[in-house]
T-cell receptor, first 112, second 115 residues
Framework: GAGVSQSPSNKVTEKGKDVELRCDPISGHTALYWYRQSLGQGLEFLIYFQGNSAPDKSGLPSDRFSAERTGGSVSTLTIQRTQQEDSAVYLC??????????FGPGTRLTVL | AQSVTQPDIHITVSEGASLELRCNYSYGATPYLFWYVQSPGQGLQLLLKYFSGDTLVQGIKGFEAEFKRSQSSFNLRKPSVHWSDAAEYFCAVGQYSSNTGKLIFGQGTTLQVKP
């Protein structure tokens, strides 16, 4: 069956611009996660959704980062006023039960 | 706080040789443990997981891992490495409560396979 998909696969933007990253989870998976993978910080948790609610936003690095999930399915991660330190690969994962997480291919964000 | 340590940043083995990647965790309760593999430009693929029960778990691609509570370790092994196993490997522990379900990852181990 279809796995987790993310778009775009690559995004190049200028410092100060806003970007939106999209995640389509596996159908029926109620849990959805965003992680960030960067050279200096490794793999870091950003936010966790259960359904459309985000009970854990503890990993969002600043108030420039926000995320939403609609219809218990698609999620969008928005970064406002991007900075060069936001350059990273953003990974989305979904899970049927919170335990086993299935990852998408990621969006590589480059901020010039 | 929960943490995962992968002591080896980079490992090189010859094709056909055995492999062991080390993982140590810090977690107060019984851990949920995972090994993921990431090929260049790809997302993370789950190799195997430990939730409870038999401490030796089998995964995909001929990998296995052993949970040792006394050593707080969950080392990944493969008896004979193939060139296609060259990738980055991540150990992770699940942190679960009523309001979260996130994975805490180690820094990763890059595996290079010599022909």
């Amino acid at each position: 069956g279809a796995g987790v998909s993310q778009s775009p696969s690559n995004k190049v933007t200028e410092k100060g611009k806003d970007v939106e990253l999209r995640c389509d989870p596996i159908s029926g998976h109620t849990a959805l996660y965003w992680y960030r993978q960067s050279l200096g910080q490794g793999l870091e948790f950003l936010i966790y959704f259960q359904g459309n609610s985000a009970p854990d936003k503890s990993g969002l690095p600043s108030d420039r980062f926000s995320a939403e999930r609609t219809g218990g399915s698609v999620s969008t991660l928005t970064i406002q006023r991007t900075q060069q330190e936001d350059s990273a690969v953003y990974l989305c994962a979904s899970s049927p039960d919170r335990h086993e997480q299935f990852f998408g291919p990621g969006t590589r964000l480059t901020v010039l | 706080a929960q943490s995962v340590t992968q002591p080896d940043i980079h490992i090189t083995v010859s094709e056909g040789a055995s492999l062991e990647l080390r993982c140590n965790y810090s977690y107060g309760a019984t851990p949920y443990l995972f090994w993921y593999v990431q090929s260049p430009g790809q997302g993370l693929q789950l190799l195997l997981k430990y939730f409870s029960g038999d401490t030796l778990v089998q995964g995909i691609k001929g990998f296995e891992a052993e949970f040792k509570r006394s050593q707080s370790s969950f080392n990944l092994r493969k008896p004979s490495v193939h060139w296609s196993d060259a990738a980055e490997y991540f150990c992770a522990v699940g942190q679960y409560s009523s309001n979260t379900g996130k994975l805490i990852f180690g820094q990763g181990t890059t595996l290079q396979v010599k022909p």
